[in-house]
């Protein structure tokens, strides 16, 4: 027995000291500042390097803000006044990996600084911040506003980046600033990280907040994971203090700074509520409580609380008795998921029981709202854009591209479930490059235009695209014949390959479809291009190959008897003969017909302009 709990404490101090290293020295390597429209490095009073945002955003626009007292990081800012449909910065350093946590944090300079008037009249500027595939919170400050908003989340990382995006509220809404982002590690035992693999959710962080301590707060160094402790007071409760140290291995679990456990609110009765706003709808919260018995004159059952939210008892299983549990001088936290309704404020009542002598007291207290942790869209779809996006010259577009619901890219339309791409629509958009041979991996499109772009080289193997109902390519400068697979595709109703410089012999297999009505083709405006209905163009390599192979056959039969011989020439030049004359024919009747047919499509629209896509996508 001795011999096992000797051998146990020992372990564990090992451990705690291998811990406390590793965070000495590592912890700032897992930091990332950056100044969001800054041009330069510097490190700041506490010891953080900041960088500036130029080599990791290539959009927005770098705004000096009027008014530079306050902090180095609020006097720029990123202004997103483009229009796409949310801007992503990817943050990721040696720490970023697969289910490692962090704290992100968006700072939005004071309303007061902002260049700009808000659209909407009641002087609110709003709009989206996104982390990865999850939308995360509604930007919402005044004009004149002079406080700094410090938006905090607890995010577990899906990978060896995370995306904080920014984006309009909708398409005609404020456009999108922000002055700094920073990422800090977060150990996988804090009570809240602990819960976010339980319930598979990210974290608001509503507040952290520090009932004592006579400073507005404290963050990075003294708390070592860089929150911020806003102080605040408890109404109708007085202020103790010590400068005893605090015994923080009783609950080392959240990491706090021993100072915001040196002092705390008592209250001044029975009971003292706290009364929290919760912003937003959201209607699961994570609430914890931090506490230190500090008054040396305390022994077990002297100060025994419940505490309640909106009347709900959260102590279900006991009262809380800190110098019961811990001691005195000792930190100690207790943590509850409450589930309300939504609503906008949660006013929790600390309440002694009858035999406890003193009162309630707090020394902090930590308030997160739960999210859900959503997919981000399939790895087949994430590299196939990525793809796109580097053959096209279109990686201004960052982030995920479907997700979430809403905030994809504008140029896709994404399946409802988000299985699948049905459509790009990637018309006009000054694309260079190559159509990618990765489209090819979309099955799921159905409509396709990347016309009035400036793509060269050959159309690509697109024969997987069996739903593929619209392909326009006209208006760019392909070259290389027109692919015979397109006319196996079973759903194509409209392609138009005019404007380019496509060469060789038109399948014949489209034509038919187009005479036959089913496919409304377009092809003019390639010079070098032959149509066999209406002229005799040169032999394709393909119809070279099948006269060699005819030669060969004729060859073969000449072995076989000079009569025989004779009939198989007649039978070919005859058959041949009648072949000719039957498609010119075919060509002469029904040229007029298939021209009138184009004309009846083109007239409404879908085989050029993009409005079906834009139909489509509302
Ligand atoms: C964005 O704002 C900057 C600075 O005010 C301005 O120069 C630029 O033209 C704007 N861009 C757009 C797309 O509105
Ligand atoms: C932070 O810690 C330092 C050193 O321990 C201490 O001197 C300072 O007062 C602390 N700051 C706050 C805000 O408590
Ligand atoms: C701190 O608390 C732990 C756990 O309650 C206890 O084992 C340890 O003796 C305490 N240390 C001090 C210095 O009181
Ligand atoms: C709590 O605060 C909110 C917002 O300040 C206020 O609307 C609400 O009435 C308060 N609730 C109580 C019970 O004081
Ligand atoms: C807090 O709880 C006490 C005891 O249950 C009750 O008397 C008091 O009215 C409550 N206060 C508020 C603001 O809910
Ligand atoms: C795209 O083409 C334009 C001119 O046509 C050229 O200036 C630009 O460098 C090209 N971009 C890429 C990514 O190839
Ligand atoms: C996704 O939706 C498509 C139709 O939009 C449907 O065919 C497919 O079965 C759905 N997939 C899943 C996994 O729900
Ligand atoms: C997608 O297409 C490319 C090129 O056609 C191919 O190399 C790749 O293996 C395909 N599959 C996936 C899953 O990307
Ligand atoms: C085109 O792609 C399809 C489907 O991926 C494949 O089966 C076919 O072999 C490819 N054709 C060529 C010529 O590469
Ligand atoms: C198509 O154009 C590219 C250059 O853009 C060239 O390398 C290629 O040989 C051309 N192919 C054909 C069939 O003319
Ligand atoms: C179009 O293709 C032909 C070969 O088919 C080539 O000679 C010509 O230079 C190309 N024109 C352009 C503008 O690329
Ligand atoms: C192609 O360009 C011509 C001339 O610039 C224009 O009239 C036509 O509408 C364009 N077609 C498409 C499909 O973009």
Redesign the pocket.
Known sequence: MASISFSALFLSIILQMALLWSIGSSLRTGFTSIDCGSDFDYTDGDGIQWVPDNNLMSEGTSVVLPDTSIDLVLSTMRLFNGSQSKYCYSLSNSAVTAGAFFLVRAAIPPGKNIPYTPKNPDGYFRFEMIIDGDRWQEVRIASGDDQLYAYDAYVRAKGSKIDVCFARSTPDGDAPFVSGLTLRPLPDTLTSTVLMNEKNCFLVCLGHINYGVPLSWIRFPNDTLDRYWISDEVQDAYLISTQKAINMTADSLDQLPEEIFQTSWISLGEYFTLNLSTLGNDNVHHVVFHFSEIDSSVDTGFRVFSIFANGVLLTTEEPIDVFARVGANAAYSFGKTVTLDAGSSIVFNFTSLHESTLDPFLAAAELFALREIGALSPPLIITTVEAIKTTLGLSRYTGDPCLPVGYGYDWLHCSTNNTGITAISLSNYEANGTIPAELNNLTTLTEVYMNGNNLKGEIPNLSALELLEILDLSNN?L?GSIPSYLATLKNIKVLNLQNN?L?GTIPTSLLQRRQASSLSFEFSGN??LCDPMSTQCAPSTETRQSQKSRTTIIVGISVAGILLLGVAVGFVTYFSHKKKKSSLHNGAIHKGLSEGKFAESKSSGISTDSMPFHKTLE
């Open positions: 400068s070259n410089n060469s010079p070098h």
